[in-house]
């Protein structure tokens, strides 16, 4: 194997693992504020350093190997491992947000059951798709990133809702500081998923080796099937 795709094929494997312990950060952010665990919190925010620090260092060797101007099929694959990249740490700013609504003198509220499961179901769905689009990109499954979409369109649908409860409940003295960081949890887990469906892209970029939302090759998929009904 040539000496640059064996460093191409470990500078995928430092990304993707970026991206699983970034999965494990979110998990461990969303039980931190949902239950107001303060030292989960803490745990949160001062693993942030370490893990600035190994992206910057994986960072510095993509750069480097795309200065390389090798052959074209590895500068995309660079390319879309460096957004990969900056998607981990833009996922890893979202986990630190909700981790510092820990410990805020915000109370739970068990009065408003409904509002924490619905936060917590769409916090599980941003879990998913960081999930899945990590898995479709390890094994090049453009089906597997269409998936990424379907979580975040159902998640945008839930946060409207989450919108909803929260302001019903901020009219209550005694649950609107709680209301507002649920609110917020709410809209932090959105831009996950919207970070989500960014690297769930890159997928279809390195199969396809162009640029196609998957949103849209997703709907063109749909597409022959609902035609293909049609003349039943």
């Known amino acids: 194997m040539p ?12 990304a993707l693992g970026e991206l699983q312990a970034v999965v494990r950060q979110l998990d461990r952010a969303v039980e931190a504020v949902t239950r107001q665990n303060a ?10 350093n370490d893990a600035e ?36 740490r833009r996922i890893r700013a979202q986990c630190e947000n909700m981790a510092k609504l820990v410990g805020t003198g915000i109370p739970p509220a068990p009065e408003a ?11 599980a769905l941003s879990i998913s798709g960081v999930w899945l689009a990590r898995a ?8 597997l990133a269409h998936e990424v979409v379907r979580l975040d369109t159902e998640l945008t649908r839930r946060s409207g809702v989450i919108f909803r409860r929260a302001l019903e409940l901020s009219h209550a003295a005694v ?10 949890v ?11 469906v960014d690297i769930a892209e890159q997928t279809v970029i390195v199969v396809n080796g162009l640029f ?9 998929a749909r597409e022959p099937a609902a035609a293909s009904r049609g003349t039943n």
Do not use: C, N
């Open 3 to 14: 000496k640059f795709t064996e460093t191409v094929e470990e500078l995928e494997r430092e």
């Open 39 to 48: 030292a989960l919190g803490a745990d949160v925010i001062a693993a942030q």
């Open 53 to 88: 620090q190994r992206y910057r260092r994986v960072q510095e060797h993509l750069l480097a190997a795309l200065a390389s101007h090798r052959a074209a099929a590895d500068l995309q694959m660079l390319a879309s491992l460096l957004h990969v990249l900056r998607g981990v």
């Open 113 to 123: 059951p409904v509002l924490l499961e619905l936060v917590e179901g769409a916090a």
């Open 136 to 143: 479709a990109f390890a094994s090049r499954d453009v089906e």
């Open 175 to 184: 649950v609107r500081d709680w209301a507002t960081a649920m609110l917020l």
């Open 186 to 196: 709410g809209s932090y887990a959105e831009r996950v998923s919207d970070t989500a």
């Open 212 to 220: 196609r939302e998957v949103a849209d090759s997703d709907a063109g």
